[in-house]
């Protein structure tokens, strides 16, 4: 397999992985998490239930087996696209949105894994970005799997935090983390990255200004200038920006694991429930 197209980054394979409706509003994202599902269960053991989508990475399969499936995987996910039919997607149903804003004729190119004696080795670096060929000078400014986790555990601390009416966790956020969990609620509603739009529609609540904004932002989003994904700020920017506004963070102090069970058990069926799941 040759490619003019580059690979996904380790933290966008993560979410094709365990967060898929995150992704729901881009056609070869998402076209990319209901191809690694398909390769899943191909290459998944029968007996053995503690086999998980991350244990699939450098178990092989046959040349003519994926070179058949990728085909068969296009054709499914144009014929659901085109006749409006949800995917089934890690055991959730999404619609496919934006039906004219992917080609449809190049899913099949989703894999490059290394052949070798007619069989493929299935490796994240072969799951393919299929927007389009990326300047490799971005490299530089993906963000790393653990430094997305570190991202993604700290919004739910503050989302946590946020909704926690109980103790007056809102008053205990600081001006940049209601900024976040704004971010982060417009985004889940819009499913899109309008910075405009969501200074307009949060305008009395943003206590900082669009620059303090934008400092924050992680790697992604500060190339592209604004926030971008629901995970778009930087977990270390932000505590350097409480530091230095004398704001200090209660949201950091509650334990991730109390934070990654609130959002699965309660936000995620609640404020943040997934909108094709509506």
Request: charged residues 30%.
């Amino acid at each position: 397999m040759s490619s003019k197209y580059l690979p996904y980054d380790v933290s966008d394979i993560d979410t094709l992985l365990n967060e898929p409706w995150e992704i729901s509003d881009q056609p070869f994202m998402l076209h990319a998490a209901y191809a690694l599902n398909c390769l899943y269960d191909i290459v998944a053991p029968e007996d053995d239930e503690e086999f998980t989508p991350d244990d699939m990475w450098g178990n092989k399969i046959e040349k003519k087996i994926l070179d058949r499936m990728v085909l068969d995987i296009e054709a499914d996910f144009n014929d659901a696209a085109s006749n409006r039919k949800p995917v089934r997607i890690w055991d959730k149903s999404y619609s496919i949105r934006k039906v004219n804003a992917y080609d449809h004729s190049r899913l099949h190119l989703i894999f490059n894994f290394p052949l070798e004696n007619g069989e493929y080795t299935i490796t994240k670096e072969g799951v393919l970005n299929l927007t389009g060929v990326s300047d490799p000078i971005l490299k530089p400014y993906e963000i790393s799997k653990e430094q997305a986790q570190i991202n993604r555990t700290y919004l739910r601390q503050i989302i946590m935090l946020a909704e926690d009416d109980e103790n007056d966790g809102w008053d205990q956020l600081t001006d940049m983390e209601i900024v976040v969990y704004c971010w982060a609620l417009f985004y889940n509603k819009h499913q899109f990255d309008n910075f405009i739009q969501f200074k307009k529609e949060y305008q009395d609540y943003l206590y900082v200004t669009e620059k303090e904004i934008l400092s924050c932002l992680n790697e992604k989003s500060t190339l592209r200038q604004k926030p971008v994904g629901m995970y778009a700020f930087s977990h270390d920017k932000i505590q350097k920006w409480n530091q230095d506004n004398y704001q200090e963070s209660a949201a950091i102090k509650i334990p991730a694991s109390k934070a990654e069970d609130y959002w699965y058990d309660i936000a995620l069926k609640k404020t943040f429930k997934p909108i094709d799941q509506r």
